[in-house]
């Protein structure tokens, strides 16, 4: 089971990104700032491309009702705004007890990996989900 997702990062995502978890380091919101840093330009946050991981996770696979229980994520190059990230989660392992999923996670800009971890997530019984619906 394997589920994608594609999202064009923009300015207003970096800038809500910024006020909502309060990371207003100006690599990502100061052009004059990012001119003279590595990138050369503003770049995303490491945690909202992460975070649309999770969107995956919390509508698509494994879905409604899922609840994270670990993430592991490692960086291996920036976003920069304007970039399309594909978020890709595959299942890896299922878990009976628990009733825990493995998933390999990676978000890639024009084919290259740029994030990837693994997540493990509990998933609501069938009747818990037949009683929401």
Do not use: W
Request: charged share 20%; hydrophobic share 45%; glycine share 10%.
């Amino acid at each position: 089971m394997r589920e994608t997702l594609m999202k064009t990062v923009m300015d207003s995502d970096v800038v809500g990104f910024a006020r909502l978890s309060g990371d207003d380091n100006p690599i990502h919101l100061c052009e004059t700032y990012a001119a003279g840093s590595r990138f050369g330009e503003r770049i995303a946050h490491g945690l909202y491309t992460a975070s649309l991981i999770s969107a995956v996770l919390g509508t698509r696979l494994p879905g409604p009702g899922a609840v994270y229980r670990s993430q592991t994520l490692a960086f291996h190059a920036p976003v920069r705004i304007g970039d399309v990230v594909t978020i890709t989660v595959e299942v890896v392992e299922l878990v009976a007890q628990g009733r825990k999923v493995r998933l390999a996670c990676e978000a890639a800009v024009d084919g290259r990996v740029v994030l990837d971890g693994e997540a493990i997530v509990s998933v609501p019984a069938r009747a818990a989900l037949a009683a929401s619906a």
